[in-house]
Nanobody, 132 residues
Framework: QLRLVESGGGLVQPGGSLRLSCSVSGFTLDTVTMAWFRQAPGKGREGVSCIGKSGGRTEYADSVKGRFTISRDNDRGILYLQMNSLNAEDTGVYYC?????????????????????????WGQGTQVTVSQ
């Protein structure tokens, strides 16, 4: 059974940083495309970033490019999202997700910013609040 558990959320001031983690079990990170999504209050779920099976290429939403970095530790089974220069618009619940059916993958590469309908397995989410 696939399981994803996020951690690392919290309250941070504007301009600050956080690193989110997603611990997985039931599969290895190099067999699926992985992604981070977020959902701000009153809004739909937004794709933030993804990393393919090969790990060589990543994709980011325009709103986070240059500030967020997705990475993974295959041996430990942990997906990360390093978030820098945070602002109030980054507030929301952050989810990690796994695409086991390769709908966000081309030849092992995450080919575009993730869409939630392409991902079958989800964590429970972790809250990130950016505020003074």
């Amino acid at each position: 059974q696939l399981r994803l558990v996020e951690s690392g959320g919290g309250l941070v001031q504007p301009g600050g940083s956080l690193r989110l983690s997603c611990s997985v079990s039931g599969f290895t990170l190099d067999t699926v495309t992985m992604a981070w999504f977020r959902q701000a209050p009153g809004k739909g779920r937004e794709g933030v970033s993804c990393i393919g099976k090969s790990g060589g290429r990543t994709e980011y939403a325009d709103s986070v490019k240059g500030r967020f970095t997705i990475s993974r530790d295959n041996d430990r089974g942990i997906l990360y999202l390093q978030m820098n220069s945070l602002n109030a618009e980054d507030t929301g619940v952050y989810y990690c997700a796994a695409d086991q059916l390769d709908r966000n993958s081309r030849y092992g590469i995450c080919w575009t910013v993730p869409r939630q309908e392409w991902y079958e397995h989800w964590g429970q989410g972790t809250q990130v609040t950016v505020s003074q």
